[in-house]
């Protein structure tokens, strides 16, 4: 068990000893190839306890306007926008102001209507003759998954792959055998990938005995 700060700045925390990291600026290049690089990491003899600090398993619902059923109504995409901000967005309406603190008043619906697809059902938006459009009516919505966490090597999403070596494997095989993985996949040069802490130095070293 390790704690985990909401900024870590220095250290890496991960599950297991050696860090592998990929890093993306398009988020769905990045997950698909994380995946990749992960099963082919963990069939590479000498390498054990693969893991990733990637965590896409979060439910998300997205939510796509009907243009044509909206214009229909006289509703226009913004209004829509601001209901949606209005019930889910918690916007500021107002500050409250004392003596020592101040207070924002936020603008959201019943927390009970906020744990599922069907609260749409239950929101409404006023069209241009004044009639009352369920919001269910107006968009599309379908449920699909999102990362519960979003890590970030220097300004770029990021997902690192941790692993532990096999007794008699050395940190420097570990090195080359996954170096040959990323010829075999054959990474999009947009995808950069790095060691962190011992394999990186080994990384190095390697390097310096090509050159030499």
Request: glycine content about 8%; proline content about 6%.
């Amino acid at each position: 068990m390790q704690a985990a700060q909401d900024i870590t700045i220095g250290g890496r925390v991960s599950k297991t000893l050696y860090q592998y990291t990929l890093a993306d600026a398009d988020p769905g290049e990045l997950n698909l190839w994380a995946a990749r690089f992960l099963d082919k990491i963990k069939t590479i003899p000498g390498i054990a306890d693969v893991a990733t600090d990637q965590l896409n398993a979060g439910p998300m619902l997205d939510v796509t306007i009907k243009r044509e059923v909206a214009s229909a109504y006289g509703i226009l995409p913004f209004a829509i926008d601001n209901t949606l901000d209005d019930a889910f967005g918690q916007r500021i309406v107002s500050t409250m102001f004392t003596t020592l603190n101040q207070y924002h008043v936020v603008m959201e619906v019943d927390p009970k209507f906020q744990y599922g697809p069907e609260a749409l059902n239950g929101i409404y938006v006023k069209s241009s003759s004044g009639q009352q459009v369920p919001l269910s009516t107006l968009v599309d919505s379908v449920v699909t998954v999102a990362p519960l966490v979003v890590n970030h090597q220097g300004q770029f999403p990021s997902v690192t792959i941790s692993f532990n070596l096999v007794p008699g494997t050395a940190i420097g095989q570990a090195v080359d055998a996954i170096q040959q993985v990323e010829k075999e996949l054959g990474k999009p040069l947009s995808l950069q990938t790095s060691f962190q802490g011992k394999p990186r130095r080994s990384e190095r070293r390697c390097r310096a005995r090509r050159s030499s």
